[in-house]
């Protein structure tokens, strides 16, 4: 408990100050982010970022990152939109799987494509919600911190029925239950001090939504772990795992965000 203290104070002290920047500077730690993620996913796959098909499908990555302004840009100067270097890099990877004579294989290709979309679209909406307004990004950060914390706390104390045993064998119903409790007060506290536009009703809503989302986040990285038979996604952040371990939950909650027109 205490590294993981530790680490969260120090990765806080690290992160915040980006998201409070924005623009170029909050963008760049974001494709860091992205990318480290993005290792960390192969490599529970037992594949190499740093091969053909790893650089392939990490510039479809950041294609499908690229912010809007960017992408109309990048569309402007080569005549392509995201969908065509998409399509490009599938096209790529299945070449590479006759080059190599199926050592790299259809599977693996697929996973490699829907890897870099799983990444890169949490992430893409990450940069978009932040160009929206700070106050939507901190609430959406709060409301999935305040989920995690709540569904620990709450599972620890009260937490009697398995959730999803089979998936993530500590999370509980009480716990689940929990997150959505401590994700709502959050986030009604914060839109209420910060004088969001929103109604109340609205950021109930949306409060419940996202912290459900994020807790479907977190179990679709527990089946990944659990189905490559690895603890953490990766140790980057000690007492915490990786990137993904500790971005699983923003990576559904954002697009969400956007889905809703909360943004």
Do not use: C
């Not at 860091?32 to 990490?58: D, H, N, Y």
């Not at 509980?172 to 997150?179: L, N, P, W």
């Amino acid at each position: 408990m205490k590294q993981r203290i530790i680490t969260g104070a120090i990765a806080a002290a690290l992160f915040i100050p980006f998201v409070i920047l924005g623009g170029i500077p909050f963008m760049v730690m974001v494709y860091v982010l992205a990318t480290i993620g993005f290792q960390e996913l192969l490599k529970m796959k037992g594949r190499s970022l740093m091969s053909v098909p790893g650089l392939i499908s990490l510039l479809a990555l950041y294609a499908f990152m690229l912010p809007g302004e960017w992408s109309q840009q990048v569309f402007e100067w080569t005549g392509y939109a995201k969908v065509e270097f998409a399509f490009m890099a599938v096209i790529l990877l299945l070449i590479h799987t006759v080059v190599v004579k199926n050592s790299f294989t259809f599977d693996d290709a697929a996973f490699a494509i829907l890897g870099s979309l799983y990444v890169g679209l949490g992430f893409y909406y990450l940069i978009e919600t932040r160009e929206s307004g700070l106050a939507v990004l901190i609430f959406a950060l709060l409301v999935v911190w305040f989920t995690d914390s709540g569904a620990y706390f709450t599972g620890r104390k009260i937490g009697k029925r398995k959730l999803w045993p089979e998936i993530s064998p500590n999370k509980t119903i009480e716990g689940f239950v929990g997150g959505i409790i401590w994700a709502v007060g959050i986030g009604v506290v914060f839109a209420y001090f910060a004088g969001m536009e929103q109604s109340m009703v609205v950021v109930i809503i949306v409060a419940i939504a996202a912290s459900i989302f994020g807790q479907l986040g977190d179990l679709v990285e527990s089946a990944l772990k659990r189905h490559f038979n690895v603890k953490d996604s990766g140790k980057i952040l000690p007492g915490h795992g990786g990137i993904l371990d500790r971005f699983d939950s923003i990576l559904f909650v954002m697009p969400l965000l956007h889905f809703l027109h909360f943004i």
